[in-house]
Structures are given as structure tokens and as C-alpha cells.
């Protein structure tokens, strides 16, 4: 098992910044990726960025390409979420995701093993 304990999340303007934590304890052994996903209100969640722990490839969405960065502390297990120029429609729910085997950069939800509880993300216009 996989725990994941997310932090940073916060309330914003727009054109600001935040940057979120994913702290994983347990079985963290061989993790393939480590991703963050969000979920707007009425909306399906949707995958924001992923990051393979081995090579430290990233993937990310085209909504946030240029603005998010995310990238990993292996001593710590933890993985974080730079978001700058963040706007109103990056409101959301942000969870943090780790997959042991799956494909992770096609952002399906069924691919990720274990997921956080989230972390609230709100920019005010």
C-alpha cells in the first residue's frame, strides 16, 4: 500500500502562483509515475502532469503546458506541482496519483494504483 498525503493547496488571483506537495509513504518501492489530476465542479477529472520516476520524463496536459512544472524529490518521495499564470478555470480539486506499472502519460485514471485526497485550488478573477 501507498499512502499519499497532498498539501498547497490554497485560494489565488489570477495570474498567480501555487505550488502543491505530494508527500508518498509505505510501499513506495518501483513506482513507475507520480501524476497530478483535477476535478472541477460538474466535471469529470482530468489529468494535469505526470512524472516517470526513473528517467523523470514529464508529461503534461495542453491546458497547462508553459505554466505547470512538476518534479520530484526522491530522497523525500515527494513529488510537486508548480503552477504560475494560473487562471480562474484552474479552479479545481487537485489529487496526487501514483502508478506502479501503468501507462501514465495517456492520463487514465484505471492506470493509477493509488490516490490522495486532494487538495482545493482556487483563482479568483
Known amino acids: 500500500q501507498v499512502q499519499l498525503v497532498e498539501s498547497g493547496g490554497g485560494s489565488v488571483q489570477a495570474g498567480g502562483s501555487l505550488r502543491l506537495s505530494c508527500a508518498a509513504s509505505?510501499?513506495?518501492?518501483?513506482?513507475?509515475?507520480m501524476g497530478w489530476f483535477r476535478q472541477a465542479p460538474g466535471r469529470v477529472r482530468e489529468g494535469v502532469a505526470t512524472?516517470?520516476?526513473?528517467?523523470?520524463?514529464?508529461v503534461y496536459a495542453d491546458s497547462v503546458k508553459g505554466r505547470f512544472t512538476i518534479s520530484q524529490d526522491n530522497a523525500e518521495n515527494t513529488v510537486y506541482l508548480q503552477m504560475n499564470s494560473l487562471k480562474p478555470e484552474d479552479t479545481a480539486m487537485y489529487y496526487c496519483a501514483v502508478s506502479r506499472y501503468g501507462r501514465c502519460s495517456y492520463f487514465l485514471e484505471e492506470e493509477y494504483n493509488y490516490w490522495g485526497q486532494g487538495t482545493q485550488v482556487t483563482v479568483s478573477s
Open positions: 509505505g510501499d513506495t518501492w518501483r513506482l513507475n509515475c
Open positions: 512524472l516517470y520516476t526513473g528517467s523523470s520524463r514529464t
